[in-house]
């Protein structure tokens, strides 16, 4: 009798034995606590927890990743967008992380929309759609200020998505148009002024060169004449006609 019971006994301490055994992983932490009072934060490794008398909650302190999910937005020039960011934080004091907040991942994800709304309200469209990064700088200290009471460390926010009404679109699609024309305009007039000063420039040249407007003229006709299709049709030029008609007056003089 007396064997059966110790027997029942040895049991009975090595199945306690083996439920009190607990294991840390390298990326997690253990919050004890003993008798409903936290007791002790447990590093990597074995540890022993008594059954009944303590309790353990695993912490992971990786960087995780939370999502605020879309929403409609209210800029301040009243332009309605829709943003969506993403959330990278991690657990810098499990003490904190168990004891200050229930459920720290939902509460940053409903901490961060707050956030992001409040930012973007403030802000005007344009600044929304170039400075992204700004923005989300502008959220990661709000959501960063009060997490840190959780024990919380918001290593960044990103903002991903930023869905502009159809209308707006379209108005920002013509207004890009209209931006594209102008500059293809005062490209195209710089253009010409910088041409006609250099043709002024040429004439000007080739006016103060004798025979010089001549020799251009043949240079054009030997461009041109590579191509058969075309009809040429060569001016005399009126000096030309006088050096000729003075010569033959000469001749005949001397007949």
């Not at 939370?66 to 003490?95: C, F, G, L, S």
């Not at 209209?178 to 043709?199: D, F, P």
Request: net charge positive.
């Amino acid at each position: 009798m007396y064997d059966i019971c110790a027997g029942i006994i040895i049991l009975a301490v090595i199945l306690v034995g083996i439920a009190s055994v607990r294991i840390i992983y390298e990326y997690e932490r253990g919050v004890l606590f003993t008798l409903g009072r936290f007791s002790n934060i447990i590093n990597p490794g074995v540890t022993f927890v008594i059954p009944i008398i303590q309790t353990m909650n695993k912490v992971d302190i990786r960087i995780k990743t939370v999502d605020i999910p879309k929403q409609e937005v209210m800029t301040k020039d009243n332009v309605p967008v829709t943003i969506n960011a993403v959330v990278y934080m991690r657990v810098v004091d499990p003490k904190k992380a168990v004891l200050k907040i229930q459920n720290y991942v939902y509460a940053v994800s409903q901490y961060g929309q707050t956030a992001l709304r409040d930012v973007i309200g403030n802000k005007e469209l344009d600044f929304v759609l170039t400075e992204r990064a700004k923005i989300a700088e502008e959220i990661k200290l709000l959501v960063d200020k009060e997490t840190d009471e959780w024990g919380i460390d918001i290593t960044a926010i990103k903002v991903q998505d930023i869905e502009l009404p159809v209308d707006m679109k379209r108005v920002m699609a013509r207004q890009a148009e209209a931006e594209r024309e102008k500059r293809a305009t005062v490209i195209k007039s710089t253009g010409e002024v910088v041409a006609s000063k250099n043709l002024h420039d040429a004439a000007a040249k080739l006016a103060s060169a004798p025979g010089a407007l001549h020799l251009r003229t043949l240079q054009t006709l030997a461009d041109i004449s590579s191509d058969q299709s075309n009809t040429i049709i060569v001016p005399i030029p009126m000096e030309l006609l006088k050096a000729v008609e003075g010569f033959t007056k000469t001749v005949k003089k001397k007949t």
